[in-house]
């Protein structure tokens, strides 16, 4: 019966949702998600104009998420008006014991007028660059998504994200940057999808274990 119990605690710990947390980024927080540590962060802010914000680095948040991967979620109010630019650099290690073999980005910048967002991402193992992707919304067209494919698996990496919003003549805009992570562990589906298998195994074991004191006590 021991044995039962180990396979419904293992079950239930593969099915459970993941914890998310938030920190603001000057905390320098330690983040888990996934198999995903985060940690080492770092910031600097230059802007210009009537309006540009954040002003400071103690206004931009980071927290887990899990949709539409593990990874981490950096939020503020980017914005610049007219004559306006905010830029921020934002820096921080990842690592895993499963290895990390893509990286994805993701924004939701928006531009009213002659205006730009963007969120340039590089990539480092080590001294050695191994990566970079971008994301922009303006007049010459959005795209809110990038993917990296590494050429290979890295345990631990660093990640400098650029983060800009300027106006020409209109309005940037960012709320939210999505950082996600591919890795070589199993994907939460196939998680969840083993966890029913053991508890399939757990109910199925606990039948046979009844049944058979029930034999046992008949012929007693």
Known sequence: MKFVKSILVAAAGCLLPLAIQAAPVTTNPSLSIGGLNFSGFTCSITNHGPLA?????????????????????????????????????????????????????????????????????????????????????????????????????????????????????????ISTIDQTFGTDAPEPASLALFGSGLLGAAFWLRRRVKLDAGKTGTLA
Do not use: W
């Open 53 to 173: 914000d954040p002003d400071h680095c103690r206004d931009i948040n980071v927290n887990t998420i899990t949709i539409p991967g593990n990874g981490i979620e950096i939020s503020s109010g980017f914005t610049a008006a007219a004559f306006s630019f905010d830029d921020a650099v934002i820096g921080y290690h990842v690592s895993s014991a499963s290895g990390i073999n893509s990286v994805g980005l993701d924004f939701n910048g928006t531009f009213l007028g002659l205006a730009i967002s963007s969120v340039t991402e590089t990539v480092y193992s080590g001294e050695n660059r191994v990566g970079m992707a971008k994301v922009s919304c303006s007049p010459f067209g959005c795209n809110e998504t990038d993917n990296i494919v590494l050429d290979g698996s890295y345990d631990d990496l660093y990640i400098r994200k650029d983060i800009n919003v300027s106006g020409a003549f209109g309005v940037a805009q």
